[in-house]
């Protein structure tokens, strides 16, 4: 039996599910930002033209 290529699919498996967090969690920090119950002020996040 042929093993060869399992890893890639582990790899990416793994890759996708960190993807996946990552995008939500920059989804919740941002929304937290914009709602001020994080009081940290990011540039781009704070610029009037956005609003």
Same mark, same amino acid.
């Given at each position: 039996?042929?093993?060869?290529?399992?890893?890639?699919? *582990?790899?990416?498996?793994?890759?996708?599910? @960190?993807?996946?967090?990552? =995008?939500?969690?920059?989804?919740? %920090?941002? *929304?937290?930002?914009?709602?001020?119950?994080? @009081?940290?002020?990011?540039? =781009?996040?704070?610029?009037?033209? %956005?609003?």
């Amino acid at each position: 039996m042929e093993k060869k290529g399992q890893l890639a699919g *582990i790899e990416f498996h793994y890759f996708m599910a @960190g993807l996946m967090i990552g =995008l939500i969690l920059v989804i919740v %920090l941002v *929304i937290l930002l914009n709602r001020g119950v994080i @009081g940290f002020n990011v540039p =781009l996040l704070s610029c009037p033209a %956005l609003k």
